[in-house]
C-alpha cells in the first residue's frame, strides 16, 4: 500500500542530543499526525496537527505541518533513553477522506 | 481499560488454517480500522468501517482476507487457508466519527504461520 517517505529511516544518538525526523509527501495533506511506537505495542498518539505551520509541542516534542501541506516535522530534545522506539507519521488528505497514510517509519536508538 | 483491545495477543498456527483475530474498540467510537505491519514495516491499511456504512474494503490482499462489524462495535478479522505471507502484527485502530479525529491502536495480535 501507499506510504509516506520518512527519513532517517533509523539513527543513533548520544542521550541529550536532540533529535530531527521529517516526512514528505507528493500530495498535499489536511492533517498530520506523529506516533510513537514500543516493542510489542500499538502506536501511541505524539502530536496531532491541523493547520498548514501549526507548530505544536507535546513536552520535550514538538512537531510542525509544513507550510506547503506535503510535509511535517519532528523534534525531540534533550533525548533520554526511554525515547527509544520507532515514530510514524501519519497523514490524512481532507474531509470526507477517512483513510491516514503511514510514513515507514524512523527507529531511533539512544544511547546512554 | 478504556483502550483498543485486542485478542488474542500472539497466534501461532499452522499453514492453511483459518484464523479469526478480535478487536474491542473504544466505547463510543463509531470508526475502526484494521492495519497490518510486517516486521520492520509500517502500517498497511486492510479495511475501515464507519457506523452503519458499507466497510471500505479496499486494502484486503486477497479474497482470504475478510471482517465483519456486529452491532457497530467489535470487529473480527478472519484470514482462511493462511498463508507464511500472512505473518505479522494485525493492529487495530478505532476513532470518533469526525473524519481526521487521531487513530488510537491497539496492541495488536502477533500472527506467525508455520
Known amino acids: 500500500g501507499q506510504q509516506l517517505n ?4 533509523s539513527m543513533f544518538i548520544q542521550e541529550g542530543e536532540d533529535v ?10 489536511n492533517t498530520w499526525l506523529w506516533y510513537k511506537q514500543d516493542p510489542g505495542e500499538g502506536p501511541v498518539l505524539l502530536i496531532a496537527l491541523y493547520k498548514a505551520g501549526e507548530l505544536t509541542s507535546n513536552g520535550r516534542l514538538t512537531a510542525q505541518f509544513g507550510i506547503t501541506r506535503k510535509d511535517s516535522f519532528l523534534n525531540i530534545s534533550a533525548s533520554i533513553p526511554s525515547d527509544v522506539g520507532i515514530y510514524f507519521c501519519a497523514g490524512q488528505r481532507g474531509s470526507g477522506t477517512y483513510k491516514y497514510i503511514f510514513g515507514t517509519g524512523t ?6 | 481499560g478504556a483502550g483498543v483491545s485486542q485478542s488474542p ?4 498456527t499452522e499453514k492453511g488454517k483459518d484464523v479469526e483475530l478480535r478487536c474491542d474498540p473504544i466505547s463510543g467510537h463509531t470508526a475502526l480500522y484494521w492495519y497490518r505491519q510486517s516486521l520492520g514495516q509500517g502500517l498497511e491499511f ?22 465483519e462489524r456486529t452491532g457497530g462495535s467489535v470487529s473480527t478479522l478472519t484470514i482462511q487457508r493462511t498463508q507464511q505471507e500472512d505473518s505479522a502484527v494485525y493492529l487495530c485502530a478505532s476513532s470518533t466519527s469526525q473524519g481526521n479525529q487521531p487513530q488510537h491502536f491497539g496492541d495488536g495480535t502477533r500472527l506467525s504461520i508455520l
Open chain 2, 9 to 12: 495477543s500472539n497466534k501461532v
Open chain 2, 46 to 67: 486492510l479495511i475501515y468501517f464507519q457506523g452503519n456504512s458499507a466497510p471500505d474494503k479496499s486494502g484486503l490482499p486477497s479474497d482470504r482476507f475478510s471482517a
Open chain 1, 20 to 29: 530531527s525526523m521529517n516526512c514528505t509527501s507528493s500530495s498535499i495533506f
Open chain 1, 107 to 112: 527507529r531511533l536508538k539512544v544511547l546512554a
Open chain 1, 6 to 9: 520518512q527519513s532517517p529511516q
